[in-house]
């Protein structure tokens, strides 16, 4: 499976920006999605996720309430919407695959992903 992300960018803080994760070669609805990020000098961390059926999102504590992540299955297409946005929101953000046809828990650490993308920068100025 490749992806490829798109819509990161400067934006001010309170601002909004929305990310997209295109899919391709792969059975796009065998797997769970996520969006990662990592700010320079930490670790990678999840931000929000979605099961294969598009019905149940996760989401980080630190952006519950500001971000909406969606999948579109017909499209192979993965978007996070981010609004109230904050200099700390500062980060490359990655999109993320996870095979998973048997339907096993959400998994929220980046070494349970198996694919991803080469990420997008986005960039929260005070």
């Known amino acids: 499976v490749q992806l490829v992300e798109s819509g990161g960018g400067l934006v001010q803080a309170g601002g909004s920006l929305r990310l997209s994760c295109a899919a391709s070669g792969g059975t796009f609805d065998n797997y769970d999605l996520s969006w990662f990020r990592q700010a320079p000098g930490k670790e990678r961390e999840f931000v929000a996720g979605?099961?294969?059926?598009?019905?149940?999102?996760y989401h980080a504590d630190s952006v519950k309430g500001r971000v909406t992540i969606s999948r579109d299955n017909a499209k192979n297409s993965v978007h996070m919407q981010m609004g109230s946005l904050k200099p700390e929101d500062t980060a490359v953000y990655y999109c993320?695959?996870?095979?998973?046809?048997?339907?096993?828990?959400?998994?929220?650490?980046?070494?349970?992903?198996?694919?991803w993308g080469q990420g997008t920068q986005v960039t929260v100025s005070s």
């Open positions: 979605i099961r294969i059926s598009g019905t149940t999102p």
């Open positions: 993320a695959a996870r095979l998973n046809p048997y339907g096993d828990r959400m998994r929220f650490g980046p070494s349970d992903y198996n694919y």
